[in-house]
C-alpha cells in the first residue's frame, strides 16, 4: 500500500518492492521504506480508536498490497501484565511482561509469519522455503496451510521435537541439515535460486515483527524495552514500529532499547562492548536457548544501531541464569514460557543497577514454555 523502496543499510541501495528481492547485493540486509506523508494522511489516531487491538490495526503502516491475501490466525494485540512478585523481589516498581508467548502458535514470529505470507501471495508464490530454529518454521507452517502455500522447511539437528511436531502437523515437509541455523538458512538461499520463494528473517518479517513496538507504545509510556537477541530482527523491528508511531506523530517517546544474548553465542553484545559497528560471527555457538543461537545474526548490525541510536545496552548471560530467570517467571509469576524467553529477565537481574525503581521497564517474552518439551 505505502511501501516506497527497499533500502540496504550498509551501502544505501535502493530497490523497488514490486520484485522479489532478499538482500542487497553487497550482502546487507534490506529494510523497507514508507512514504510516511501519505500514511500520516490515511492513518490517524481516529482509525486506531475504531479498530480492536490486534496486529492488523496498524494495516496501513504493513506491506501487504491486496487485502485478500491478508493470513490472520488472530496473532498480536497481546497482553502487557505487571509483574508483581519479581518486580517486588528486585525493587522494581513498574516492571511488565510483553506476553508475546499468546500468539497462534506461541510465539511473536506469528506477526512476522504473516506478513510474511502475506506478500509471497501478492507476489504469486506456490511453493515456499525457510530455515528455521523451529520457532518461525512452526509459525510459517500454520500460516502457509491455510494461505495453500506447498512448504519445506530446513532446521538444524538440534531443535526440539516438539516445534518439528508442530510443523509436521501443518503438513510442511521437513529437511534436517548437518550444523547450526546458518547453515540451514545457506541452504534455503540455495533452494529460493531454484525457484523457492524465501522465508526467514528477511525485510517482510521484520515488517511483521514491528507492532510489537506499536503495541507497547500503545500500552505504556516505556523507559526501557528489554528482549532476548538472536538474529536481531526484533530488536530492530521494535525500534522501527516505535520509530514510525513518532513520525507519524502518533508517540513522542523513545524508550531505550536492551538486547540480551546467551553468553555461548554473544555477537551483538560483544560488538557493542568492543563499541564496533560491525558485528562478528561467532565460530561454536554453545547455549541451551536455541531460538537465539544464531551464530551469524542476519540483522545484528541493525539490532546493535537501534540499541545505540535508543541509548539502550546490550549484554550477555549464562545459560544457568537464564534457566533461573525462566524460572522464576514460572514459579513467581504464572508465566510458562520457553528458555530463550528467561534471557530477558537474566539480563535485567544482572545488570539491575542500570534499572531506575521507577523506570516503566518492558521484558518481552518471546515464546510459549511448551515449545521445550524434547
Ligand atoms: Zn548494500
Same mark, same amino acid.
Given at each position: 500500500?505505502?511501501?516506497?523502496?527497499?533500502?540496504?543499510?550498509?551501502?544505501?541501495?535502493?530497490?523497488?518492492?514490486?520484485?522479489?528481492?532478499?538482500?542487497?547485493?553487497?550482502?546487507?540486509?534490506?529494510?523497507?521504506?514508507?512514504?510516511?506523508?501519505?500514511?500520516?494522511?490515511?492513518?490517524?489516531?481516529?482509525?486506531?480508536?475504531?479498530?480492536?487491538?490486534? %496486529?492488523?490495526?496498524?494495516?496501513?503502516?504493513?506491506?501487504?498490497?491486496?487485502?485478500? *491475501?491478508?493470513?490472520?490466525?488472530?496473532?498480536?494485540?497481546?497482553?502487557?501484565?505487571? $509483574?508483581?512478585?519479581?518486580?517486588?523481589?528486585?525493587?522494581?516498581?513498574?516492571?511488565?511482561?510483553?506476553?508475546?508467548?499468546?500468539?497462534?502458535?506461541?510465539?511473536?514470529?506469528?506477526?512476522?509469519?504473516?506478513?510474511?505470507?502475506?506478500?509471497?501471495?501478492? %507476489?504469486?508464490?506456490?511453493?515456499?522455503?525457510?530455515?528455521?530454529?523451529?520457532?518461525?518454521?512452526?509459525?510459517?507452517?500454520?500460516?502457509?496451510?491455510?494461505?495453500?502455500?506447498?512448504?519445506?522447511?530446513?532446521?538444524?539437528?538440534?531443535?526440539?521435537?516438539?516445534?518439528?511436531?508442530?510443523?509436521?502437523?501443518?503438513?510442511?515437509?521437513?529437511?534436517?541439515?548437518?550444523?547450526?541455523?546458518?547453515?540451514?538458512?545457506?541452504? !534455503?538461499?540455495?533452494?529460493?535460486?531454484?525457484?523457492?520463494?524465501?522465508?526467514?528473517?528477511?525485510?517482510?518479517?521484520?515488517?511483521?515483527?514491528?507492532?510489537?513496538?506499536?503495541?507497547?507504545?500503545?500500552?505504556?509510556?516505556?523507559?526501557?524495552?528489554?528482549?532476548?537477541?538472536?538474529?536481531?530482527?526484533?530488536? %530492530?523491528?521494535?525500534?522501527?514500529?516505535?520509530?514510525?508511531?513518532?513520525?507519524?506523530?502518533? $508517540?513522542? *517517546?523513545?524508550?531505550?532499547?536492551?538486547?540480551?544474548?546467551?553468553?555461548?553465542?554473544?555477537?551483538?553484545?560483544?560488538?557493542?562492548?568492543?563499541?564496533?559497528?560491525?558485528?562478528?560471527?561467532?565460530?561454536?555457538?554453545?547455549?541451551?536457548?536455541?531460538?537465539? !543461537?544464531?551464530?551469524?545474526?542476519?540483522?545484528?548490525?541493525?539490532?546493535?544501531?537501534?540499541?545505540?541510536?535508543?541509548?539502550?545496552?546490550?549484554?550477555?548471560?549464562?545459560?544457568?541464569?537464564?534457566? %533461573?530467570?525462566?524460572?522464576?517467571?514460572?514459579?513467581?509469576?504464572?508465566?510458562?514460557?520457553?528458555?530463550?524467553?528467561?534471557? !530477558?529477565?537474566?539480563?535485567?537481574?544482572?545488570?539491575?543497577?542500570?534499572?531506575?525503581?521507577?523506570?516503566?521497564?518492558?521484558?518481552?517474552?518471546?515464546?510459549?514454555?511448551?515449545?521445550?518439551?524434547?
Amino acid at each position: 500500500m505505502f511501501e516506497k523502496s527497499f533500502l540496504c543499510e550498509k551501502c544505501g541501495e535502493e530497490y523497488p518492492t514490486k520484485d522479489i528481492i532478499y538482500r542487497c547485493e553487497c550482502g546487507g540486509s534490506l529494510d523497507v521504506k514508507y512514504d510516511y506523508i501519505d500514511i500520516k494522511e490515511n492513518f490517524t489516531r481516529k482509525d486506531l480508536d475504531t479498530r480492536i487491538f490486534s %496486529h492488523h490495526r496498524y494495516r496501513e503502516l504493513l506491506p501487504v498490497n491486496k487485502k485478500e *491475501n491478508i493470513i490472520s490466525l488472530g496473532e498480536g494485540g497481546t497482553p502487557l501484565l505487571k $509483574s508483581k512478585n519479581i518486580a517486588e523481589q528486585l525493587g522494581l516498581e513498574e516492571l511488565y511482561f510483553k506476553l508475546e508467548n499468546v500468539n497462534p502458535t506461541g510465539s511473536f514470529k506469528d506477526r512476522g509469519s504473516s506478513v510474511e505470507v502475506g506478500k509471497a501471495l501478492d %507476489h504469486g508464490a506456490e511453493k515456499v522455503v525457510l530455515a528455521s530454529t523451529g520457532n518461525m518454521g512452526a509459525s510459517i507452517s500454520a500460516y502457509t496451510a491455510k494461505a495453500g502455500l506447498e512448504t519445506t522447511i530446513l532446521v538444524p539437528e538440534k531443535v526440539s521435537k516438539i516445534k518439528l511436531e508442530q510443523m509436521k502437523r501443518h503438513g510442511s515437509e521437513i529437511q534436517l541439515v548437518r550444523g547450526d541455523y546458518s547453515a540451514a538458512a545457506e541452504k !534455503a538461499w540455495e533452494m529460493m535460486k531454484k525457484g523457492f520463494y524465501l522465508m526467514g528473517d528477511y525485510a517482510y518479517r521484520g515488517e511483521g515483527e514491528k507492532t510489537v513496538g506499536h503495541e507497547i507504545i500503545e500500552q505504556i509510556d516505556a523507559d526501557k524495552i528489554v528482549m532476548p537477541v538472536g538474529n536481531g530482527t526484533l530488536m %530492530h523491528s521494535i525500534y522501527k514500529g516505535i520509530d514510525e508511531f513518532n513520525k507519524l506523530g502518533l $508517540s513522542e *517517546n523513545t524508550p531505550e532499547m536492551v538486547g540480551i544474548q546467551a553468553r555461548g553465542c554473544s555477537t551483538v553484545s560483544e560488538a557493542f562492548k568492543e563499541d564496533s559497528k560491525r558485528i562478528k560471527k561467532v565460530e561454536i555457538v554453545d547455549t541451551q536457548a536455541s531460538a537465539i !543461537a544464531c551464530a551469524d545474526p542476519l540483522d545484528g548490525d541493525l539490532a546493535l544501531k537501534a540499541i545505540r541510536d535508543s541509548g539502550g545496552f546490550a549484554d550477555s548471560v549464562t545459560d544457568r541464569k537464564i534457566r %533461573h530467570a525462566r524460572d522464576l517467571l514460572a514459579r513467581e509469576e504464572g508465566l510458562y514460557v520457553e528458555i530463550t524467553s528467561g534471557a !530477558a529477565l537474566a539480563g535485567i537481574i544482572e545488570n539491575l543497577e542500570k534499572f531506575g525503581k521507577n523506570e516503566k521497564v518492558v521484558c518481552v517474552l518471546t515464546g510459549h514454555g511448551l515449545k521445550d518439551l524434547a
